[in-house]
């Protein structure tokens, strides 16, 4: 079984914090890449970040190189993208994405991203 489930986004200023959590089955963290994406209204997707379990993070998009850190915890299969100097730009519904491991790497495509979670909203205003 393929699950994912998003939690923590939220409304902050610009320059705030957030961290992001994707829960993972085994499965699915085992074997899979684990990428965030991210879709602002009238825009396309956009890859955040990947990581892959027994390679660590992989890939950073680069209007978020420096501010964003994708990370994972093992044991509890967890994936969190802890997101720094936050800018109105960074606004958008961001999902966490299961892919075969080749899809980790640039240039990402969503279409190789076969399950999704159900989305959560980073909102960044002052």
């Known amino acids: 079984e393929i699950r994912l489930a998003e939690s923590g986004g939220g409304s902050v200023q610009p320059g705030g914090t957030l961290r992001l959590s994707c829960a993972t089955s085994?499965?699915?963290?085992?074997?899979?890449?684990i990428a965030w994406w991210r879709q602002a209204p009238g825009n396309e997707r956009e890859g955040v970040a990947t990581?892959?379990?027994?390679?660590?993070?992989?890939y950073y998009a680069e209007s978020v190189k420096g501010r964003f850190t994708i990370s994972q915890d093992n044991a509890q299969k967890m994936v969190y993208l802890q997101m720094t100097a936050l800018k109105p730009e960074d606004t958008a519904m961001y999902y966490c994405?299961?892919?075969?491991?080749?899809?980790?790497?640039?240039?990402?495509?969503?279409?190789?991203?076969?399950?999704w979670g159900q989305g959560t909203q980073v909102t960044v205003s002052s």
């Open positions: 994405a299961a892919g075969p491991p080749k899809s980790c790497y640039a240039p990402l495509n969503s279409e190789e991203f076969g399950s």
């Open positions: 085994e499965r699915t963290y085992s074997s899979n890449c």
């Open positions: 990581i892959y379990h027994a390679g660590g993070p992989i």
